[in-house]
């Protein structure tokens, strides 16, 4: 089943518009997924889709180009003190088991419904994602931005904190201590996430925030170690169903390993709030680019009727949209950057007061 449900999709022809839009793709991919954490792939699956790459491939493809980068972001960011390894390696042990998961509901999705049905699930599933979490990161960090800037461990982590549930982990750079069990939720939607639409750090990020309690510095950091551990192996079985296009992934981990260090770069010079703003902005946008192609998937699959100028224009407002959210994504973090350094503020002096 697996090899017919490979056969049956296409690998899209490459031009050089194609090639450079899609290296800029993963350069803006690589400068958010270094800056918030994310593997990035909320703008690099949708920017593929938009140049009709299938969905299968776009997330397939998207995780075998992540783990490399993943390393490079997670390295760079090491070296500033921001990761805490134990963590991402705690999480990343669950994660591995979603991604196993999430890959067999695509498989099944593709062989029961065809590209069609594989293009509406992913959509579908970006903006609801896209909407519950982007609206929330949005606002807490408006929240927190109305209050000073000042981060706080939300009542939900103090609470999960305090519940003595052995075995009780120890994670020294998060400063934190927390019930094992109370990781493995995370870190398997992390993964199964992953697997589905190639964006682990939707939940990854959050949960580690949200849930275990660790600072939008440390989490954004430490999703890097996770993506890295899910992309190798969730690469190794995509490839086995035939699902990656290696093309993409060169083409847009080219752009992403030199984003990814810049992003890493911008992390020292901003408050932690605004990682949560950029997230935010971005999350919103591409959700209502995603939101304007599921008439064309529910019209293939015979789910609703409309006609073809109006899908034409639909596409073309989305594609729009979805190079709207990486500029704004991009001058966000550029911007932030430039307006939070000065001549006495450098990588050093930041890196010894973190």
């Known amino acids: 089943m697996h090899d017919l449900a490979a056969e049956s999709l296409k690998f899209i022809d490459l031009n050089i518009m194609s090639i450079v839009f899609l290296f800029i793709v993963g350069f803006i991919g690589g400068l958010v997924s270094g800056f918030i954490g994310s593997g990035g792939a909320f703008v690099l699956t949708p920017g593929m889709m938009s140049l009709g790459v299938p969905a299968t491939v776009a997330v397939a493809s998207n995780m075998c180009h992540k783990f490399p980068k993943a390393m490079v972001g997670a390295y760079k960011r090491f ?186 770069i911008g992390t020292t010079y901003v408050k932690d709030h605004m990682i949560k703003i950029v997230m935010g902005t971005i999350m919103l946008l591409v959700a209502i680019s995603r939101a304007l192609a599921i008439p064309k998937y529910l019209t293939q699959l015979g789910l609703m009727s409309i006609d073809t100028g109006k899908i034409d224009l639909m596409s073309k407002v989305s594609f729009i949209i979805m190079c709207f959210a990486l500029v704004v994504g991009a001058l966000i973090i550029l911007g932030s950057m430039w307006k939070a350094r000065s001549p006495r503020f450098t990588v050093e002096e930041s890196y010894g007061k973190a």
């Open 79 to 264: 070296k500033y003190g921001q990761v805490d390894i134990k963590l991402g390696l705690v999480m990343a042990a669950s994660a591995i088991g979603g991604v196993q998961v999430g890959i067999q509901i695509q498989n099944y999705i593709l062989n029961k419904w065809g590209e069609a049905g594989s293009n509406l699930y992913v959509s579908l599933s970006f903006v609801v994602i896209l909407v519950l979490v982007g609206g929330y990161v949005f606002y807490d960090a408006w929240k927190i931005s109305k209050t000073g800037g000042v981060e706080k461990v939300t009542g939900l982590a103090q609470k999960l904190q305090s519940i003595n549930l052995p075995p009780m982990i120890h994670f020294k750079k998060a400063n934190l201590r927390i019930s094992l069990w109370f990781t493995v939720p995370v870190g398997f939607a992390t993964g199964m996430l992953a697997a589905t639409i190639a964006v682990g750090g939707f939940i990854g990020v959050p949960g580690m925030i949200y849930v275990i309690g660790a600072s939008s510095i440390i989490a954004s950091a430490t999703e890097l170690v996770i993506a890295f551990v899910m992309g190798l192996g969730g690469s190794v079985n995509w490839a086995i169903h035939g699902m990656i296009d290696i093309r993409l992934t060169l083409i847009i981990l080219a752009g992403s390993l030199l984003g990814v260090q810049l992003g890493a």
